[in-house]
């Protein structure tokens, strides 16, 4: 079923100028079907005017005539260009387990301490926490502060190795663009030890003369 808009203004107009129950009715609007029976029999959405659901482009006239010949047909809603448009996108916000939640402060002192490069959003952003809890515990005024302690987050099991790595990566890499542009030195990548020459043997002195029997052998004098 397509969300659309307004649903109980829809269900009004549906219950007043048609014939289709109330299941196929709560269907269509993502309604219960109590909640239908309510809306007919006054007691829910009272004060609320119908709208039209053919007029205003979410639902066809053929299904709607398909639906009251029909009490088990559920009619299907037209995709509204103006519904996509008011969904929000953005993506739901980071959930921690409560049983984890105990460990951030722990992962926001590793990074405090091992990756000062990783600014507080980021940080924030990674481990579903707030920058005042950061700023907490980077002051040493969090109020279990005696007992954080460093700990990677991938170990207390809050984020992947990956996902961990990209950020680390990402945090360096804006830091050394921002000391280039003060002027100041960026870290430097480490450079290769020089290659030791290879071992090459001293070619033995050549004989000026092949050697014959007596040479070799001796003489038998």
Not at 47 to 74: C, H, S
Not at 152 to 171: C, I, N, R
Request: aromatic residues 4%; negative net charge.
């Amino acid at each position: 079923m397509t969300d659309i808009l307004m649903p109980k203004a829809t269900a009004v107009w549906l219950v007043d100028n048609t014939s289709l129950t109330f299941e196929q009715i709560a269907d269509f609007c993502g309604l219960h079907p109590l909640e239908v029976r309510g809306i007919a029999d006054g007691d829910v959405a009272r004060d609320i005017r119908g709208v039209d659901p053919i007029t205003g482009g979410q639902l066809d006239r053929a299904e709607l005539d398909k639906a009251q010949e029909n009490d088990a047909y559920r009619m299907k809603a037209i995709v509204s260009r103006h519904a996509e448009l008011l969904k929000s996108h953005k993506p739901a916000p980071k959930y921690t387990p409560v049983s984890r939640r105990q460990d951030r402060p722990d992962a926001i002192m590793w990074f405090v301490k091992n990756h000062p490069e990783v600014t507080d959003a980021q940080i924030a952003k990674l481990l579903g926490t707030t920058k005042s809890t950061i700023d907490s515990v980077r002051n040493r005024t969090h109020w279990n502060s005696p007992q954080i302690k460093p700990v990677d987050p991938v170990t207390l099991g809050l984020v992947g190795q990956l996902a961990l790595d990209e950020l680390v990566s990402k945090a360096a890499e804006k830091k050394n663009r921002d000391d280039a542009k003060k002027g100041g030195a960026a870290l430097q990548p480490v450079e290769a030890e020089p290659a030791e020459p290879e071992f090459v043997p001293e070619e033995r002195e050549r004989r000026t003369a092949e050697p014959t029997a007596a040479s070799v052998f001796g003489t038998g004098d």
